[in-house]
């Protein structure tokens, strides 16, 4: 199968969220938002819908950040923008279903902010608030928006473009590219990424590895936890892109045992690649093998 095909899929997918005739709930539902209580809210909202006859699909995603708003929810009402609600147990769930979803009231008391560009009285937008306006999002993009367990949002979303590409690359161009793109890793060190790669590259040896150091070994630090959580594949095509570049053929995660759903979704997300030609031999039909 080729990648076009692969995307043309993966859209068809995605319109069935991204263009949904009804409202969408997205939930954020890793770890810091179920131990807060996002499953049954989630069951909350559920049997709120039941109850009131209003639809709407209930979307598990990722972390989009402030855990201390979790259980975080989005509502994303046809024609509204996307609106953020925080502490929403599930007491605050049937509130919103009755007031926003049937009574079309925003109910400001618990809002966060909205994203997206469209505006609603009395909704500030998130990137205009203090905690936000400063970032640019590039690796957490789509965290809170996509369902994660779902290969098909992920390659909806520009997913697998970038192995695609590096694919029809020569090996020494994509560490040129790295090199020019200032990428250093997130430890103390801050080493280059591109010195890393190219250092793979020159490396002796018929039998290379990717390793994955998905421990996280700073008190208080969650960032690898959240990014297996809320958007596996982006490790997986990271992985396959060095794979093909240093010339190595297998990969290795180190991830802890007691992140058990991060290492559900790994799993599930590994499955996924193998099954649609992206992970495996032959990777689309490059003759590569990661």
């Not at 005739?21 to 559920?46: E, L």
């Not at 007031?99 to 009395?122: M, N």
């Not at 994955?212 to 997986?236: I, K, Q, W, Y």
Request: net charge negative; proline share 4%.
């Amino acid at each position: 199968m080729t990648f076009a095909s692969l995307q043309q899929k993966a859209m068809e997918e995605w319109r069935k969220i991204s263009e949904s005739p009804i409202t969408n709930i997205y939930i954020g539902a890793a770890t810091c938002g179920r131990s807060a209580g996002a499953m049954a809210t989630k069951k909350a909202f559920s049997e709120a819908l039941e109850r009131t006859g209003a639809e709407a699909n209930l979307i598990e995603v990722g972390c989009y950040g402030p855990c201390y708003a979790e259980p975080l929810i989005c509502i994303e009402k046809v024609g509204a923008p996307k609106i953020f609600y925080r502490n929403v147990d599930a007491v605050r769930a049937l509130e919103l279903t009755e007031k926003y979803l049937v009574g079309d009231d925003p109910h400001t008391d618990y809002l966060f902010g909205s994203v997206g560009g469209k505006t609603l009285a009395g909704v500030p937008e998130l990137k205009s608030l203090s905690t936000f306006k400063s970032q640019k999002r590039i690796l957490f993009e789509t965290f809170g928006f996509i369902d994660p367990t779902n290969i098909d949002h992920y390659i909806a979303n520009g997913g697998y473009e970038s192995l695609n590409s590096a694919l029809t690359m020569a090996q020494k161009e994509i560490v040129n590219e790295l090199k020019a793109s200032g990428l250093r890793g997130r430890g103390g060190g801050g080493f280059p990424a591109g010195r890393k790669w190219e250092a793979g590259l020159k490396a002796a040896g018929d039998e290379k590895y990717v390793v994955c150091n998905a421990d996280e070994g700073d008190p208080g630090a969650f960032m690898d936890r959240s990014v297996l959580e809320g958007d596996p594949h982006a490790v997986l095509e990271g992985m396959a892109i060095a794979g093909y570049t240093i010339g190595g053929s297998k990969g290795y995660i180190y991830v802890r045992a007691e992140y058990p759903l991060a290492v559900t979704r790994l799993q599930l997300a590994i499955d996924q690649a193998r099954e649609k030609g992206l992970l495996g031999d032959n990777i689309l039909g490059t003759g590569f093998c990661f």
